[in-house]
């Protein structure tokens, strides 16, 4: 079945430091693909999306392409600021009969010091 | 506009107690969703309403556990009895449409302890 696998944390990282987090997908047919990020006592926020394949989707400084060719989308920002400091979540919509439900990875913890 | 609400935020009981978790989407979306999150691990998809009907229910774990959305508009989720197992963190989310690329919002989460 379809599934998600992305790297496991946490990520520490020090303040302006490059971040990726990997993630790659099992799918049959042609998902969308999406980045959520859970902060400390909140829900879960979109962060960025891709629809197709080559897409890339970016929002507030992060970035990810979707490569059909290496079901991935990993995700990558140049420069990491403390309030980055979260849980992210890559998913993968997948169904049938037109209607779709997400399917979650395990979450990357990243905690990003001064 | 409002976002999605769930309450209660927390919810401590007792194993084979009741509990009823409740969900408002943002308004004009049809299509409510209920996930949940268990000890840290994925975030696993539970059902799908699309207005009042059940779409999809593939993901509900046995029939301890009942979702309803009566009129199309708030939705619940019981559990009952609960098992300590079903402690985790329930997500709520609505979306416009629910094809593949529309966006689904997440409400907060319940967050449930089973003692």
């Known amino acids: 079945g379809d599934s998600v696998t992305q790297m496991e944390g946490p990520v520490t990282l020090s303040e302006e430091a490059f971040l990726t987090i990997n993630c790659t997908y099992t799918?049959?047919?042609?998902?969308?693909l999406f980045w959520y990020v859970q902060y400390p006592g909140e829900g879960l926020q979109l962060l960025l999306k891709a629809t197709k394949a080559d897409d890339k989707g970016s929002n507030k400084g992060f970035e990810a392409t979707y490569r059909k060719e290496t079901t991935s989308f990993h995700l990558e920002k140049g420069s990491v600021q403390v309030s980055d400091s979260a849980v992210y979540f890559c998913?993968?919509?997948?169904?049938?009969?037109?209607?779709?439900?997400?399917?979650f990875g395990a979450g990357t913890r990243l905690a990003v010091h001064p | 506009e409002a976002g999605v609400t769930q309450f209660p935020s927390h919810s401590v009981i007792e194993k084979g107690q009741t509990v009823t978790l409740r969900c408002d989407p943002i308004s004009g979306h049809d299509n409510l969703y209920w996930y949940r999150r268990v000890m840290g691990k994925e975030i696993k998809f539970l059902l799908h309403?699309?207005?009042?009907?059940?779409?999809?229910e593939s993901g509900m774990p046995n029939n301890r556990f009942l979702a309803e959305r009566t009129g199309g508009t708030y939705s619940t989720l019981k559990v009952q009895p609960a098992e300590l197992e079903d402690s985790g963190v329930y997500f709520c989310?609505?979306?416009?449409?629910?094809?593949?690329?529309?966006?689904?919002?997440f409400g907060p989460g319940t967050r449930l302890t089973v003692l």
């Open positions: 998913a993968l919509s997948a169904g049938t009969g037109g209607y779709n439900k997400l399917i």
């Open positions: 989310a609505s979306s416009l449409q629910g094809f593949s690329a529309d966006t689904q919002y």
């Open positions: 799918a049959t047919g042609y998902p969308s």
């Open positions: 309403f699309v207005k009042e009907s059940k779409q999809d």
